[in-house]
């Protein structure tokens, strides 16, 4: 499995609105590899984790530069004050409620 983690540096005032445009978005079912998705909000700080799970770093990189991606980013505002930071990784142990 291959996990992405965006963090989003996001100011206070901006955040009910990125948890909204992320409400907004159609999701990733049905994306040939993607297994899960999570928008986590930092208990005390101004940042967001937006994290995607896959089964492997192909299929991320495939979503990445499929046409999809590129209409689930079309209306991204430019002068967003949102900042972020992609950081990936290649799970190496896992464990899943049973």
């Known amino acids: 499995m291959f996990v992405a ?8 005032e901006y955040a009910t609105h990125l948890e909204g ?8 079912a049905g994306v040939p590899g993607f ?8 208990t005390s700080e101004d940042e967001f984790l937006v994290v995607t799970t896959w089964q ?8 990445r530069a499929s046409d999809a991606f590129q209409r689930a980013h079309a209306e991204t505002n430019p002068n967003s004050p949102v900042r ?9 142990l896992a464990q899943l409620a049973t």
């Open 35 to 42: 297994i899960s998705f999570q928008l986590l909000r930092h």
């Open 21 to 28: 445009a992320f409400g907004r978005s159609a999701g990733m």
């Open 84 to 92: 972020s930071r992609l950081d990936t990784y290649r799970v190496v």
């Open 5 to 12: 983690i965006n963090r989003l540096q996001v100011p206070a």
């Open 56 to 63: 492997d770093e192909a299929s991320f990189e495939a979503w």
